[in-house]
């Protein structure tokens, strides 16, 4: 059907693509991906060859009424990026927004995301989160993102890199020295690990073996929040003992 596609691609083991993405990536009028190179060998991986273009959100206004042009003529547009889900912390924001205004049918392809994947191994709250994409990488600008989250009623979620984990967590010393802090590394990987401990606990172990690969940083929710939590299952036992009376 014509449309553009949101096709979620693995983090890292390649069996974690879906049957469905695999037969909209081979029958799509048009594959975009952000960097050709890249997704050929995913491609190769699952012997498809076919042409692959290139889509940023910064690629500008005229690549992007080309895919438009293409999507107004009724082709099927396939979006992939580098790995996951297209548009978290990752191109296709802007033609998403684009296609959505002009009524053209954008559908989700779904997989994996190392959001949900990092969340849900962690061990920490999982009814609700916030997702903060990067951390920003300058010191002040970094206390003061972790600082504007305070009250945030949930686990803190971002992504990081290895040579700013150290950064982050010094950050995450200052503003939660007692909140417990995971790190998730190379998830679906050979060398996945997930480590828990305060951000003081990890900052020590790193120090002996600093983390590679890629990494989701969790937060786990305040005091305040956990506090909500309490108040919600009394109130929900009281309910519940209402409703049998
Ligand atoms: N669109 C991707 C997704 O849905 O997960 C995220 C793209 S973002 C540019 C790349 C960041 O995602 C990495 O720096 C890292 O923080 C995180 N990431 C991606 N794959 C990962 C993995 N296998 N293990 C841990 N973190 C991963």
Redesign the pocket.
């Known amino acids: 059907d014509p449309g553009l596609y949101l096709v ?1 691609t693995p ?2 083991n390649l069996s974690d693509i879906s049957i469905r993405a695999l037969s909209v990536l081979a029958s799509a009028d048009r594959v975009y991906c952000e960097d050709t190179r890249h997704s050929r060998k995913l491609f190769s991986a699952f012997d498809m060859g076919r042409k692959l273009e290139a889509y940023h959100d910064f690629s500008g206004e005229a690549d992007r009424e080309r895919i438009l042009d293409a999507l107004r003529e009724g082709k099927a547009v396939a979006l992939i ?10 191109p296709g924001y802007k033609l998403v927004r684009d296609a959505v205004a002009e009524g053209i049918r954008v559908y989700p392809v779904p997989g ?4 949900l ?2 969340l849900v191994a962690s061990g920490l709250p999982t009814d609700r989160f916030f997702f903060g994409g ?1 951390l920003p990488p300058k010191e002040g600008a970094r206390l003061e993102a972790l600082e504007t989250m305070r009250a945030v009623p949930g686990t803190l979620v ?4 290895p040579s700013r984990i150290g950064a982050a967590l010094a950050a995450i010393e200052t503003v939660y020295p007692d909140r417990m802090v995971a790190v ?6 050979l060398h ?1 690990t997930i480590a828990k401990g305060t951000a003081r606990e990890l900052a020590a172990a790193f120090e002996i073996e600093p983390p590679q ?5 969790l937060i786990a929710p305040g005091e305040a929040a956990a506090a909500t939590e309490a108040d919600v299952e009394i109130a929900l036992r009281a309910a519940l003992k209402t409703a049998t009376l």
């Open positions: 979620s983090i890292g990026s580098d790995a996951g889900t297209p548009l978290i912390a990752d994996a995301s190392a959001i994947s990092a990067f971002f992504y990081e890199t998730a590394r190379e998830l679906t990987k996945e690969g890629e990494i989701v940083l």
